[in-house]
């Protein structure tokens, strides 16, 4: 039978000086007001832009919509609690932020592979775009993303209610994962975390070597355009490639090796739980002509109605 005595953590955040918790305090609560109003900014101008009706918008929708999910997951949280002294999640709580991080950040995992399918499709078999990425098929995709998150988020709640906790129940991070959990069980661990790396470790790095591999196909695949094609499809890809970078880099990292902590984990974390939902907004719309217009025309149309009025 699983032991648990504990009913609550307490959580140590990225400090516990009280000036560098009112910089963490206004630092992530501009990141996180960033992060919502550029993500907001996406969602909003897609769901009303005519113009932005192909697959690869659908998706980026269902992006911007799992960063601010996942970001609403850590930050909150983490944002008031730079204001107390001391700072404590209940065990409850504790499991449906685990659940809820790792199904939002999986969501995203699997949108970035959609999209990098979306634009394979489109650059590698253009004369068969429209049938292979229809619509319908879409959906589905999105559907299967959603529905195997869930299964994977699922797996950690099962893995993190299988370890007993009887008596530590000091968290050194910012939020509840599975790692620095590992450290408060009072039991062998090693299989656990074993099932963890099969589980985080691996979708997180076949993921990433299927993507890279897919955009390096794509970049080669470019060869055969003309110089304005080639031009267009790069911008789109590297934008792409760099959010990959920058979201698979820590999550490999952290999720790949065996059950050791280190100081620099906090930080490395804040990469893909803060850092890549706020970057995002900003490399799809700085980087992509048609974003900007139709957020232009949003914008105009807005400026027109409040006039009228």
């Not at 560098?20 to 305090?25: E, H, Q, T, Y």
């Not at 601010?68 to 999640?89: E, F, G, N, Q, W």
């Not at 984990?265 to 139709?294: H, Q, S, W």
Request: hydrophobic share 50%.
């Amino acid at each position: 039978m699983r032991l648990n005595n504990v009913t609550e953590f307490i959580l140590l955040g990225l400090t516990q000086d009280p000036v560098r918790k009112k910089i963490v305090f206004l630092t992530f609560l501009l990141f996180y007001l960033g992060t919502l109003l550029g993500n907001f900014l996406i969602i909003t101008t897609i769901k009303t832009s005519q113009t932005l009706g192909s697959p690869m918008y659908f998706f980026l929708f269902h992006l911007s919509l799992s960063d601010s999910c996942l970001s609403t997951c850590i930050a909150p949280r983490m944002i008031v609690d730079a204001l107390l002294r001391k700072t404590t999640i209940s065990f409850s709580e504790c499991m449906l932020q685990v659940f809820s991080l790792h199904f939002f950040g999986c969501l995203g995992i699997f949108i970035l592979i959609l999209m990098a399918a979306d634009r394979y499709v489109a650059i590698c078999k253009p004369l068969h775009y429209t049938t292979i990425m229809s619509r319908r098929v879409c959906a589905v995709l999105v559907a299967m993303a959603w529905v195997g998150s869930c299964v994977h988020s699922l797996a950690q709640i099962f893995l993190a209610l299988s370890l007993p906790f009887c008596g530590p129940n000091v968290i050194d991070h910012y939020f509840c994962d599975l790692q620095p959990l590992l450290k408060l069980a009072c039991a062998d661990t090693y299989v656990v975390n074993l099932l963890l790396v099969s589980n985080s470790g691996a979708i997180c790095t076949v993921s990433f070597v299927m993507l890279m591999c897919s955009y390096v196909i794509i970049l080669y695949s470019l060869r055969n355009y003309s110089a304005e094609g080639r031009r267009k499809a790069f911008s789109t890809c590297i934008s792409h490639i760099i959010v990959v970078i920058l979201f698979f880099g820590p999550c490999i990292f952290i999720y790949t090796r065996p059950a050791t902590t280190f100081p620099m984990d906090k930080m490395i974390a804040v990469f893909y739980t803060l850092g890549t939902p706020l970057i995002n907004p900003l490399i799809y719309t700085l980087r992509n002509a048609e974003v900007k217009d139709a957020m232009r025309k949003l914008w105009r149309k807005k400026l027109i109605l409040d006039d009228k009025r």
